[in-house]
């Protein structure tokens, strides 16, 4: 079965903009119609296997998220989707389980920095938000932000740090929440500093 114009558009959209070969072949489209797409131009390769309008702006969270289920938005790109930090991620902040290898997605997306973590404790957090565009994407929550930025402290924009910590202290706090991730992540003492000074 052919697909017009219109039905591969509206398959795209209907997978935030960038859909697989597979979704595609699954979906009824043909090798060749997928191929005749291409070469009309009517869609471009994204990456390997991934296809996005030609005449569209990808969300690009969306897209480089899409690559795989372990990419959760953290640090300070979870921030700015939380809205406790005013700057645009130049380089998108990305949490993996250890041992994930992101080696194609770093050659793919120069603008990504990861992070890695215990296994155990990769999942903690994980909540949605609403990026620019419109999609949603999977970040962490704003006290495993602030945990990950205490233990990350070094490494951080010293400017992000100190108006996530203002912001988050001052008016967003949830103690029992950030006192438990602190616990898991052995810097209790740190949080319970920032508690009181802040």
Known sequence: ME?????????????????????????????????????????????????????????????????????????????????????????LDITVPQGDNVSRIKKDYENTRFHYCKKDLWFLGITDAVTPQGYEVKIYDLERCICDLIRDKKTVDNQIYTQAMKGYFSSKCNPRKIVRYARQFNIESKVRTYMEVL
């Open 3 to 91: 697909y017009s114009i219109e039905s591969l558009k509206k398959i795209i959209e209907s997978n935030d903009g960038i859909v697989s070969a597979k979704k595609l072949g699954d979906e009824g489209v043909s090798r060749l119609a997928l191929y005749h797409a291409l070469v009309a131009g009517l869609i471009v390769k994204e990456s390997h296997g991934n296809y996005v309008l030609a005449d569209n702006q990808p969300d690009e969270y969306r897209m480089i998220q899409n690559r795989s289920p372990k990419m959760i938005y953290s640090h300070g790109t979870a921030l700015f989707l939380h809205g406790l930090s005013d700057r645009v991620p130049h380089e």
